[in-house]
């Protein structure tokens, strides 16, 4: 059983920066699928962006250009550095992970789920 844990929320101006990082107790090697989504209130969950074992990788529209995904097998951990922030890029972020397939937009067959982290950016 893989737990995660997101770190790296907080507030910031529009057109700042954040890292968020997303800590697996457990090996992440053998995992393929892993994703950041978000969810806004009053709005379903979505994908951010996602990245295979294979570190292909996929974003949402709103994000290309400015938000880049990455992990690190070796430390379990995976990132996601947001860039040109805008408000509504505020939601609460969440890392999953599935051992195989792909990261759906819904978050539908994620196995595991970090409990999120707030981001907010004001304008």
């Known amino acids: 059983q893989v737990q995660l844990v997101e770190s790296g929320g907080g507030l910031v101006q529009a057109g700042g920066s954040l890292r968020l990082s997303c800590k697996a107790s457990?090996?992440?090697?053998?995992?393929?699928?892993m994703g950041w989504y978000r969810q806004a209130p009053g709005k379903q969950r979505e994908l951010v962006a996602a990245?295979?074992?294979?570190?292909?990788?996929n974003y949402v529209d709103s994000v290309k250009g400015r938000f880049t995904i990455s992990r690190d097998n070796a430390k379990n951990m995976v990132y996601l550095q947001m860039n040109s922030l805008k408000p509504e890029d505020t939601a609460v972020y969440y890392c999953?992970?599935?051992?195989?397939?792909?990261?759906?937009?819904?978050?539908?067959?994620?196995?595991?789920w970090g409990k999120g982290t707030l981001v907010t950016v004001s304008s």
């Open positions: 999953a992970a599935r051992d195989f397939g792909i990261a759906t937009m819904t978050g539908y067959g994620m196995r595991y």
């Open positions: 990245i295979t074992s294979g570190r292909s990788t």
């Open positions: 457990g090996s992440i090697s053998s995992i393929n699928a």
